[in-house]
């Protein structure tokens, strides 16, 4: 997906409100999401008060880490080498912005590879990045940061869902009472240790058949039972008093198309409501495409065509167990969180410094 340089609001993507004046900051944040699939970075300014932040440099390159990986239990050297090339690029830009203060994460691709340990320590002697390896617990609690702000102030719960390469995060964001004031907070989440990219190599990778669909559903649908079965995890239990958000290339994906964009255009799609019967629909057409078909549209693109597929297979197994009338499309998450999280430390920081200096000043 491509990112655009231009605002982020803690609001609606639609109608930001302006934030309350403050003391302009030098600070510049940056923000690296390492995938099973992606690799992204994020460099903001501080936009104000209020959660807001304005984009000066964004990146985002198809690495496929773990591809490979769910057969070997290894990350290849092809993969390695793929995903240090853009590291590399990570790492320049955040030298050229000048960046003060930034954090780097690795997710499930990292998790799962037992050769994962060295590849970090390679990422930091040849590209200078301290790579952290986040729990599944992190990461959830930094993609439920970064699209708070899209829920529905009117309902108490949304159902978050993030469906990556390796690993599938759904998280219950929970609103009580359910009005603008009240901040919504992570009520259980869960990882389901099974993404695009893993789904797909079960099924030999691409490309991918049409004819392989119901039998992705059946393995989606099964992993989905066996990890609420171990973990307890429940979920929202109200239908009317919930709302999906998904945040993932699947749905962004599925919304481009579903509003006719002849190329994917973040400022349409994050943020955007649709029908939850709307994106199933569009779902159910782009799987009964061949590869040819699905590379065709141009919101897909042939990196995506063999991925979109088992995209829609856990997409299916989440909105069959948590039925709701609407979903909410964001186009943030893991990189909003961090930057978020990142913001609010050096924010407290400034305010201890201020006090600090406050009673030395009147201690003389």
Known sequence: MDDRTAPHHAGSPAAPREAPAARPSRDVYAAVDLGTNNCRLLIARADGRGGAFRV???????????????????????AIERTLQAL???????????VTHARAIATEACRSAVNSAAFIQRIETETGLRMEIVSPGEEARLCAQGCAPLTDPALEDALVFDIGGGSTE?????????????????????????????????????????DDYPAMRMAASTAFDTAFAA????GPEIAASRHLLGTSGTVTTLAGIHL???RYDRNRVDGLWMDTADITTVAAQ????????????????????????????????????????????????LR?????????????ERQRRFRRARRNGAAR
């Not at 964004?58 to 990350?75: H, I, Y």
């Not at 590399?88 to 000048?98: L, N, P, Q, T, W």
């Not at 759904?170 to 990882?191: D, F, G, K, Y």
Request: charged share 20%; net charge positive.
């Open 336 to 348: 909003e969180g961090i930057l978020l999280t990142l913001m609010a430390r050096a924010e407290k």
């Open 286 to 333: 782009l799987v009964m495409q061949d590869f040819a078909g699905r590379a065709a549209h141009g919101c897909v693109g042939s990196d995506r065509a063999d991925l979109v597929l088992p995209g829609c297979a856990i997409l299916d197994a989440i909105t069959s167990r948590f039925p709701s009338q609407r979903i909410r499309i964001a186009d943030r998450g």
């Open 231 to 234: 973990s307890g995890f429940v």
């Open 88 to 98: 590399r690029v990570c790492a320049s830009k955040i030298r050229r912005a000048g």
């Open 170 to 210: 759904l998280i219950w964001l929970r609103r009580s009472p359910p009005v603008a004031a009240t901040r919504p907070r992570m009520a259980a989440w869960i990882s389901v240790p099974l993404g695009v990219v893993s789904l797909a190599e079960r099924f030999g990778g691409a490309p991918l058949r049409a």
């Open 56 to 78: 000066i440099d964004a990146f985002s390159r198809s690495v496929r880490l773990g591809e490979g990986l769910s057969a070997s239990g290894r990350l290849s050297e092809a």
């Open 260 to 262: 006719g964009l002849p």
